[in-house]
Every structure is written in structure tokens, then in C-alpha cells.
């Protein structure tokens, strides 16, 4: 390592850009005068393990265009993906053939095995926690090898903080940290146990506080993402030490953040732990409850979901003071025509405004992937987006009746009408615990402003526009922030959801 200290290599890591979806939020961040959602956490970590003397850039599509002479600059280029990204990355790596740049690739887009991959110059795959050390060693010895993978799972107390000195934040509308990975069920659509095992790995409260207190000495104050899989996988750990902890810090802080995360519904049979969460700053969760029916949760062992009342845990969760998105899935082998009333039907019912519904899809190495081979039903690689009408296998309905089932449920659930109907049924219900002083941002305003010309002059549906914005005021003043977010949320669904 020292040689490659001394050389003071020039890197250049490039986030892909993220095409037009349900959780880029785009549409949103336009009114709130941001680029981009979250920077990109796992090339700014992989940034915090080089050799700090290396020069290193960072440039995110989502923000900024990557120009030739950036990639000119670099001795290497970093790129690390996500399957969503793909086409973004055959761009690069396309750009840096031909400009002559050496490409070194990771991420669950190469992990999963990507065909343009002989275009690369080195894979560092898996966890970069294990795999990036061994390329780095190999680089500095003069012979760094093409593929780099791992037959174990890394320790997250050698996670470092991530790089954030790479990023203008300004340019964001929240901040992730990790956690914890890995996720204790094994729900045989999702990657996330092949890719990170069964076996929650968690960092040490000590690293949590850390990365706290990095973003909040670089002056940000906002909100912060908890981008684990499932933050609730070690329920122990959580209660005895790190929530506490995080309580005490946000505490001596005056709560400076705002957090959200994703979590399994059994998270409402824990009132302890979701007195904890709020007390810790968390108001959102995001929360995989699929379908209403019973059946296709038995087909896609989804064990946590089954033989509960899952509006009832949604209605929990939201009186504890966490406000519970969703996601859901329409294309199970059990679904009948009469998912698509039911679904919508529970989606509106429950309250739930942040409503996810896409299209099944089997990510290469998952058990419905395998199963679907088997049964010679697959037709093409998934692409990470399960809301553009495309599946990659063959499903048992129609797939015409599928998709027009499908496009009947996302225009209902997020019409003018039924939307504001079911913001303003959210927060009749919503509890949320007070902490700390109330933050103003000079964007707030401007983002009401800019939402008043969109959704209050320019929509369609503006009268409900202003029923919501009266009936917050008057009603729920406390929450006329959160009604005017999620109002602006609802035009960025609308967006994604009008080619359907």
C-alpha cells in the first residue's frame, strides 16, 4: 500500500443517472429546487477506503453531467450500480472505452453479472469492505487482477464514514447512512439475503454516532435516510443500544434530523421499539406489505405478513407517530382478476398516501428466479424498475389482463380525488411525537410557492389541491408542512404513473 500512496493516483467515481421512476422522485424535487434524492452512499464509502493521499472526484449524474475532460483526468474511473442503472452505465463505459479510461466496476449490477462486464477493466464485486482492499494491494504491486469476489460477508466495524467532503449536499433532499445489513426472512422475489445473507451484520453504536456527527458538523440539517434493508432484523441490539444511544445524541443536538427508514410490519407487534424509533427521530417507514391476499403471501414466503390483520399493523404503526409507505406487488401466479379491487381498496382504506405497487418481477439468483427457470418461464433480465409494464417472465395471467389491471389500480389510487381523500384521512390519524425545535427553510417557502403555481393553479385537481391546504390550517396546522410534501409527492406518482 505504500507504493500506491505515493503515486497520488487520480479517481474518478461516477454515480449513474437514475432514469425516471416511482422513488427518484424527480417530478418532487423540481418544486423543492433539488437535483437529486440521496448521493450515492456506496461510492462515497468505497472514496473513504482509498489512500486518502489519491485525488479524488466524485460526480453524479443525478446532479451534474460527467464531461471528457473529468474522464481524461482520472487514472481510474469508479463505477458502482445499481440494475436500474444500466443503460446509464452502458453509456459511461462506452464513453470511457473510447476516451481510453481504465473502468474499475461494483455493485449489484455487476455482482449479478452484467454482459458488457469483459468491458471492464477490473470487477471489484460483493462487499467492497473485503473485495477493495485485495484490488488495491494487487494495484500497488503492479498486478491488479481483472475479477475480485468474495466467499464471506463483511464486518461492518470496518465500514468507514463516507467521504461526504465529495459532495455539495445543498444539491440533495436528504442524507443516507447505514446501518445494518442483511434481512432475517427470505421472501423468494427479493435479492437482498444473496447479496447480504440472512444474518443481520450491524455496525457499532459508536459508528452510528460517528456518521450522525459527520453530517451534522458539515452543517446539514434535514433529513437522513437509514438505507437498511430491514432496520428491525436485530431487534435486541436496537433497543438496548443503538436507539438509546441515538436518543441521547439527538438530544445533546437539539434533533437536528428528521429519519426514515425500511422495516418489516412486525415492527407494529413492538410498541417498545417504536417508542424507541420516534424518540430517536424517526417519522417514516417504509414497509414491504405486497398483497392483501393470503394466498400469494403463502406462494412468495412472506411469512412475517401472513395471519395478521395488515391494515390494523399500518394503523398502528401510524398512532405511534410513524408515518408507514408501502410497497406492493401485482403478477403473483395466486392472483385472480379481483386483486386489483382488493388492492386498491386496501390501499385506501389503510391510509397509506406513499402507496409502491409494481409489477413481480425475479432478480437473477433469487428462489422465484430459480423456480421460474425450472418452469422455462423466464424471457429477460429484470430491470430494476417494477413500475414500467415490463416483467421478465411469463406470469399465469394474461399479461394483457395484468397490465390493464394494473394501470386501472395506479390511476385510481392516485386520482386527484382519492389521493387528497386519503392524505387528508392520514393525518386525522397521525400522531406524531414533537421533538425538539420546529426548523424553517428558506426553501420551504419557495417550494410552497412553486407548489401553489403547480398543484394550485396549473393541476386539474386543484380544488382538492386547496381543500387539503385549508383543512391542514385549520385543522392540523402542526402538519401543514407534511400536507404540502405530500401533495407534492402526489404530483411526482401522478407523473410516473401517466404512461401507464
Not at 443525478?62 to 450500480?81: H, K, M, Q, T
Not at 440539517?221 to 436518543?247: H, Q, T
Not at 408515518?323 to 385472480?336: E, P, Y
Not at 381543500?467 to 402542526?478: A, C, E, I, T, V
Request: net charge positive; with cysteine; charged share 25%.
Amino acid at each position: 500500500m505504500d507504493h500506491i500512496r505515493d503515486t497520488g493516483m487520480k479517481i474518478l467515481l461516477v454515480c449513474p443517472e437514475c432514469p425516471e421512476t416511482f422513488w427518484s422522485f424527480k417530478h418532487a424535487l423540481r418544486i423543492i429546487s433539488r437535483k437529486a434524492l440521496l448521493p450515492p452512499l456506496g461510492l462515497l464509502t468505497v472514496a473513504a477506503m482509498l489512500p486518502p493521499s489519491w485525488r479524488k472526484k466524485l460526480v453524479d449524474l443525478g446532479v451534474e453531467p460527467l464531461r471528457d475532460e473529468d474522464i481524461r483526468w482520472a487514472d481510474y474511473v469508479f463505477v458502482s450500480a445499481m440494475r436500474i442503472h444500466k443503460e446509464s452505465v452502458d453509456k459511461i463505459v462506452a464513453r470511457c472505452r473510447r476516451l481510453g479510461a481504465r473502468i474499475v466496476a461494483g455493485g449489484p449490477l455487476f455482482t449479478a453479472g452484467y454482459e458488457h462486464a469483459r468491458e471492464i477493466d477490473h470487477l471489484v464485486l460483493d462487499e467492497a469492505e473485503i473485495t477493495l482492499p485485495a484490488f488495491l494491494k494487487d494495484l500497488g504491486e503492479g498486478h491488479p487482477q481483472p475479477v475480485y469476489t468474495a466467499h464471506q460477508r463483511a464486518d461492518l466495524k470496518d465500514t468507514p464514514i463516507p467521504l461526504w467532503d465529495l459532495v455539495n449536499m445543498k444539491k440533495y433532499a436528504c442524507m443516507p447512512i447505514q446501518h445494518s445489513r442483511g434481512c432475517p426472512f427470505c421472501c423468494d422475489f427479493c435479492d437482498v439475503t444473496r447479496l447480504f445473507g440472512n444474518r443481520m451484520r450491524v455496525k457499532a453504536t459508536d459508528q452510528i454516532l460517528a456518521e450522525l456527527e459527520s453530517l451534522y458538523v458539515r452543517g446539514w440539517r434535514d433529513s437522513v435516510f437509514v438505507v437498511d434493508d430491514n432496520f428491525i432484523g436485530n431487534k435486541k441490539e436496537l433497543k438496548e443500544e443503538v436507539l438509546p444511544a441515538m436518543i441521547g445524541w439527538m438530544e445533546r443536538r437539539n434533533h437536528p434530523f428528521v429519519l426514515s427508514t425500511q422495516a418489516s410490519i412486525n415492527l407494529s407487534d413492538d410498541e417498545e421499539l417504536m417508542r424507541l424509533m420516534v424518540r430517536a427521530g424517526f417519522d417514516t417507514v417504509f414497509v414491504g406489505i405486497e398483497t392483501p391476499d393470503d394466498r400469494c403471501l403463502a406462494e412468495c414466503h412472506k411469512s412475517q405478513n401472513r395471519n395478521r390483520d395488515l391494515a390494523a399493523s399500518v394503523r398502528k404503526m401510524q398512532s405511534f407517530g410513524l408515518q408507514v409507505q408501502a410497497g406492493f406487488i401485482l403478477g403473483f401466479d395466486s392472483d385472480t382478476p379481483s386483486i386489483f379491487t382488493s388492492l386498491a381498496h386496501f390501499i385506501q382504506e389503510s391510509g397509506i398516501v406513499t402507496a409502491m405497487v409494481g409489477l413481480l418481477n425475479a432478480p437473477v439468483g433469487t428462489k422465484l428466479y430459480e423456480r421460474l427457470m425450472k418452469e422455462n418461464r423466464l424471457i429477460q433480465r429484470a430491470t430494476g424498475d417494477n413500475t414500467d409494464l415490463s416483467m421478465n417472465f411469463v406470469p399465469r395471467m394474461s399479461y394483457e389482463e395484468l397490465i390493464a389491471g394494473y394501470r386501472w389500480v395506479v390511476r385510481r389510487i392516485y386520482s386527484h380525488q382519492l389521493f387528497y381523500e386519503r392524505v387528508i384521512a392520514f393525518l386525522k390519524s397521525y400522531k406524531p411525537v414533537q421533538t425538539g425545535r420546529f426548523r424553517r427553510h428558506s426553501y420551504d417557502v419557495w417550494a410552497l410557492l412553486k407548489s401553489m403555481w403547480f398543484l394550485g393553479i396549473r393541476s386539474r385537481g386543484r380544488i382538492y389541491y386547496w381543500k387539503l391546504l385549508l383543512w391542514s390550517l385549520f385543522r392540523r396546522p402542526q402538519l401543514f408542512s407534511l400536507a404540502i410534501t405530500l401533495a407534492v409527492q402526489g404530483f411526482h406518482f401522478r407523473k410516473v404513473f401517466a404512461g401507464c
